[in-house]
């Protein structure tokens, strides 16, 4: 098993990493944080390779059209139609 530290978080939401799992974080780097069933994982974004940060893009954009969606925010289109409207993208 790896280390293990206690942080708290602040009235903002923000964290400490504790100094000793630091390891090579710089200021201004970013971490992706990965909500899955209560427990939180962070991994260094520059760490992820390409495929991986378009499968994240992907979701990202799915999940938004999914909210737009239940939201009624959206427009229907037959079929004799689709192509028409996409080309309006």
Request: hydrophobic residues 35%; proline residues 1%; charged residues 35%.
């Amino acid at each position: 098993m790896g280390n293990i530290g206690i942080t708290r978080v602040s009235s903002k939401g923000q964290i400490v990493i504790p100094q000793d799992m630091r390891g090579n974080l710089n200021e201004g780097d970013k971490l992706l944080i990965i909500q899955k069933k209560g427990s939180l994982i962070l991994k260094r974004a520059t760490d992820l390779d390409e495929t991986f940060k378009e499968d994240l893009e992907f979701a990202r954009r799915t999940e938004q059209a999914i909210k737009r969606i239940e939201s009624g925010k959206f427009i229907k289109v037959d079929s004799e139609n689709l192509f028409e409207e996409i080309s309006k993208w």
